[in-house]
């Protein structure tokens, strides 16, 4: 890994890419390449621009017309930070609102600095990372002189590069911001597919491929969370490219709140990309002395294709995003009481649960919602975390849990507020929203305002309180609804077009200071299934619960789409009680995530007990290595065929796990399936036919599963290298 200078050319290499930048005789910092390592070339070549309509200014002092430097065009070069006001209309980085009442912005280098490790933050969730290596660009705007400090991070091992952002005002005057983006990236590409992973509630990141048109195209979220709706991971790929071939990017930014991705194709053929907060309805007022950091976007480059593309995410999550520990820590089987019993428990059916759920392998029983305030059902007790001793007696409960050799895990919705609640009658203002005749609700509750110091602190107070006072292993961490009446009742009128941001970072307070203070607590995100499925909540979590949607033929899809950005490690995925498939099925869909049981365990047959017990042996012989720790491929999309394939290989490729999921009936088709990744030297026996055969053959060969297929059959195949 490298990041060096000379003659104000910054390149920054490693095995898999080369990035360079320029800072040019006019002080503007260029984009220059970014793609495949590259050995030679020349700043003339890479900047050459044929229009020559906006290659000149006039310089208004000495009332003449000059040539820009270094073949720069205010319409078409290709720059590190845009800025609004000049001939640049594929859109700007950053926009301030100036003193003069233009929106004229425009930021020049001033100098740099490279340092051994990442940036981190007090406010923001970062990457974290011992062997890395940054360059920090400072440059400033002419008119407002407003410092941005602008910061790309590389590792040797690692296809990922992360750029960071913060503006500083160290002028006498406020200044007032528009819009600022974590990323601005100028391809040279001039025909992309643009993949976003769009969805709802029970239907996320369903995979979506388009060709980049014309103009300007958006996905993001206004909802006040990363959303059901669209996922901030967004992929531009060549039309030819396929999981094995072709170049592509991928997007992720470390950010829960509000997102735009935004791919302009311009009148040149060129794409750029913006990604950051959203900018509608948005602005910021930097007082003197005060900065903004914003939310580091993390992206990457491949020449080979979707799956590499992922692969290279999985890792830098698992590595650089998840809490450190976290990965390569053993995930205990969990079984959760929500979808057995809902809300409708005692003392003694948890229990019951309990025994049961032991009986098929469960390592850790979650008690979800229903167990605090005075709550029976959704229209209730939101914002009062103390234990209902009317319904349950939590002590006994977690004894007998630990007891019988499970862990213990409870649930909680820190970020809302129901109407009737302790805490809403108390702190009226602690709801976000205008207080007046009609108020959105989403499932009967309110959206806690975070961006209310207090409010938070109440919060963390009493969810710490429990944590504190119970021997508690586990906590899944809810969300249930969307924002919606921003309008904080605690800030002052010149932080209101803030609201979404500074909601999100006390939404991030609260996870630092419950997460940070139980270090031996695992945390799992959550809300409403998918609905925050993003880097800025597993910083802190290093699971999510992927959807509600426990259908295990629907979970193909929405397991299939999310994958794309996201490691399977955290992807949170249980065996429900959904009749449409056989246990075997359901639990061979859920083991290619984190694995985990959700229905009525008291219920089970004898045999449906068996097929449990039997994954929950494979699990103990498998999961962490293969699917938790290895590399992950697709090899047939359910949106594009009959057929859901996905394979991985433990990363010393020792062993493999193959799920084959039919969907509709085919009868005796030839079904090739051709598996990458494993060591072409080594012999495998494969848990299918018996046979021990190489990687080479695997590989080119492959499996043939010609056999009669009824509905949502699915195939789990196991590979095991034969040593001699
Ligand atoms: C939504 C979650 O996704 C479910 O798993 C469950 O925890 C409910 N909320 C509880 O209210």
Not at 227 to 238: G, K, Q, R, W, Y
Not at 281 to 305: H, T, V
Request: aromatic content about 14%.
């Amino acid at each position: 890994m490298s990041i060096k200078t000379e003659d104000r050319i910054f390149r920054l290499d490693n095995k898999y890419f080369s990035y360079i930048l320029y800072a040019d005789k006019q002080n503007i910092l260029r984009h220059l390449y970014y793609g495949n390592p590259l050995n030679d070339f020349e700043v003339d070549d890479l900047t050459y621009i044929a229009r020559d309509w906006s290659n000149t200014y006039y310089n208004a002092n000495e009332e003449k017309e000059h040539i820009y430097e270094d073949n720069y065009n205010s319409m078409a070069s290709h720059v590190e930070v845009a800025s609004d006001g000049n001939n640049d209309k594929k859109g700007s980085t950053i926009c301030i609102h100036q003193k003069d009442g233009s929106f004229y912005t425009d930021f020049r280098y001033e100098s740099y600095r490279i340092y051994q490790g990442a940036p981190k933050s007090d406010v923001l969730p970062y990457i974290h990372s011992k062997d890395c290596e940054s360059i920090e660009f400072t440059l400033r705007d002419i008119l407002s002189h407003a410092k941005m400090l602008l910061t790309f991070t590389i590792h040797e091992d690692s296809p990922v590069i992360t750029r960071s952002t913060e503006l500083f005002n160290d002028s006498d005057d406020s200044i007032d911001l528009n819009r600022i983006m974590s990323l601005t990236l100028d391809l040279s590409n001039t025909e992309l597919d643009l993949f976003n992973f769009h969805g709802d509630w029970a239907l996320e990141r369903f995979v979506e491929r388009t060709k980049v048109p014309h103009g300007t195209t958006v996905i993001s979220s206004r909802y006040g969370r990363s959303s059901h709706v669209e996922n901030p991971f967004c992929i531009l790929a060549t039309p030819n490219s396929n999981e094995n071939y072709g170049e592509c990017y991928g997007f992720n930014l470390l950010w829960s709140g509000n997102f735009r991705f935004e791919v302009t194709k311009g009148r040149y053929q060129d794409i750029r990309v913006n990604y950051g907060i959203e900018d509608t309805n948005f602005s910021y007022l930097l007082k003197p002395n005060e900065s903004i950091e914003l939310p580091q976007a993390i992206f990457s480059y491949s020449s080979n294709g979707l799956n590499h593309l992922s692969q290279s995410f999985h890792d830098f999550i698992r590595n650089h995003i998840v809490p450190e520990g976290c990965f390569g820590k053993y995930r205990p089987i969990i079984f959760n009481s929500w979808e057995g019993c809902f809300m409708d428990f005692t003392t003694d059916s948890i229990i019951n649960y309990m025994n049961s759920a032991k009986e098929i392998g469960a390592e850790l029983f979650v008690l979800d919602d229903g167990w605090f305030g005075h709550r029976n059902d959704d229209t209730s007790s939101l914002g009062d975390w103390y234990v209902n001793t009317k319904k349950i007696d939590l002590k006994k409960v977690i004894d007998h849990c630990h007891n019988i050799g499970m862990k213990f895990g409870l649930w909680f919705e820190p970020e809302m507020i129901n109407a009737d609640s302790d805490l809403y009658k108390a702190h009226p203002e602690y709801v976000l929203g205008h207080r007046m005749s009609e108020m959105c609700l989403g499932r009967h509750q309110f959206v806690l305002d975070t961006a209310n110091d207090n409010a938070v602190t109440d919060v963390v107070k009493q969810v710490n309180s429990i944590l504190d006072t119970y021997d508690i292993d586990y906590v899944k961490w809810d969300n249930n609804r969307e924002v919606s009446d921003n309008f904080s009742q605690y800030l002052n009128r010149d932080r209101q077009e803030s609201v979404d941001y500074l909601m999100t970072l006390g939404t991030y307070r609260m996870y630092r200071e419950i997460v940070e203070s139980h270090p031996s607590i695992f945390f799992e995100g959550c809300a409403s299934g998918g609905g925050k499925f993003d880097l800025g909540v597993l910083r802190y979590f290093p699971q999510i619960w992927c959807s509600d949607e426990t259908d295990p033929v629907q979970r193909l899809y929405i397991q299939y789409g999310t994958g794309y950005g996201y490691p399977l490690s955290t992807i949170s995925s249980h065996v429900s009680k959904c009749p449409v498939t056989s246990y075997q099925s359901k639990s061979n869909i859920a083991f290619f995530g984190t694995y985990g049981y959700e229905f009525n365990p008291t219920k089970l047959t004898d045999s449906e007990k068996e097929e449990l017990k039997e994954n929950a042996s494979r699990y103990h012989r498998i999961h962490q290595d293969v699917i938790l720790e290895g590399d992950m491929y697709r090899l047939s999309s359910p949106f594009d065929s009959n057929y859901f394939c996905e394979f991985s290989v433990s990363k010393n490729k020792d062993k493999a796990l193959l799920l084959f999921a039919n969907i509709l009936k085919e009868g005796n088709y030839y079904r090739f399936v051709k598996l990458p990744g494993l060591d072409p030297d080594k012999m495998y026996i494969n848990s299918y036919d018996n046979k021990v055969r190489s990687g080479n053959y695997y590989a080119n060969v492959g499996m043939n599963f010609i056999r009669w297929l009824n509905e949502f059959d699915t195939i789990l195949v196991e590979f095991e290298e034969v040593k001699e």
